[in-house]
């Protein structure tokens, strides 16, 4: 099984709003990711998990805060985000944190804030 | 920082045709590369990648991938295209010598198969 899953699919929300987005693996990986793309874009990395620890935050907004509550599931927690935070969010795990270790990723939370 | 550069932001071909997309990378060190697919509002797939057995890589779908080191390039091939190819392709390296497995996305190639 070498699936990631997210929820929800679709997610729209006001600057106001609090709201969370959850990741889940079963593979047994021990880091997992968040990364953000707006259309048109490559992915770009947000955070880093590695045995349930924060090891990467590539200078990201303190409106977006992460949580790993166990080594299977990843959670986005957002608060008064701005419109321009409209986009996918991925999220990926690996078995490793160190390389060469492939990504897998998941099909992605649609958020739009309004 | 690792650099990687994909040429063509969008490649159409017909079906049944060669497909080529081209990727290639800026460092000294020779990465670690992968080939991802994305179809419309969906995650990222892989489609193979180079660590640092064989040069020629084959991966799903048909798809297969030549690492050269003199040309610093990882491009992706497939003899014959299907429709079912048309999406997004992204290159991506992982640097041999960083703590974490960060991954330096190219920009991506939009591929358009016309029947």
């Known amino acids: 099984d070498t699936e990631v899953t997210q929820t929800p699919k679709h997610l729209v929300m006001g600057m106001t709003n609090k709201k969370s987005l959850k990741c889940e693996q079963h593979m047994g990986h021990r880091a997992m990711y968040w990364y953000k793309q707006k259309a048109k874009k490559p992915p770009e990395l947000m955070f880093v998990y590695s045995y349930e620890k924060l090891s990467i935050n590539e200078s990201v907004p303190s409106r977006f805060s992460p949580e790993c509550p166990n080594s299977s599931l990843l959670n986005l927690h957002l608060h008064a985000l701005q419109p321009e935070d409209s986009a996918l969010y991925l999220c990926a795990s690996s078995q490793e944190s160190q390389a060469p270790n492939e990504q897998y990723f998941g099909p992605g939370t649609r958020l739009t804030v309004t | 920082a690792q650099s990687v550069t994909q040429l063509g932001s969008h490649v159409s071909v017909s079906e049944g045709a060669l497909v080529l997309l081209r990727c290639n990378y800026s460092s000294s060190v020779p990465p670690y590369l992968f080939w991802y697919v994305q179809y419309p509002n969906q995650g990222l797939q892989l489609l193979l990648k180079?660590?640092?057995?064989?040069?020629l890589v084959k991966g799903i779908n048909g798809f297969e991938a030549e690492f050269k080191k003199s040309e610093t390039s990882f491009h992706l091939t497939k003899p014959s295209a299907h429709m079912s190819d048309a999406a997004e392709y992204f290159c991506a390296v992982s640097d041999r010598l960083a703590n974490f497995n960060k991954f330096y996305f190219g920009s991506g190639t939009k591929l358009n198969v016309k029947p």
């Open positions: 180079y660590t640092s057995a064989a040069t």
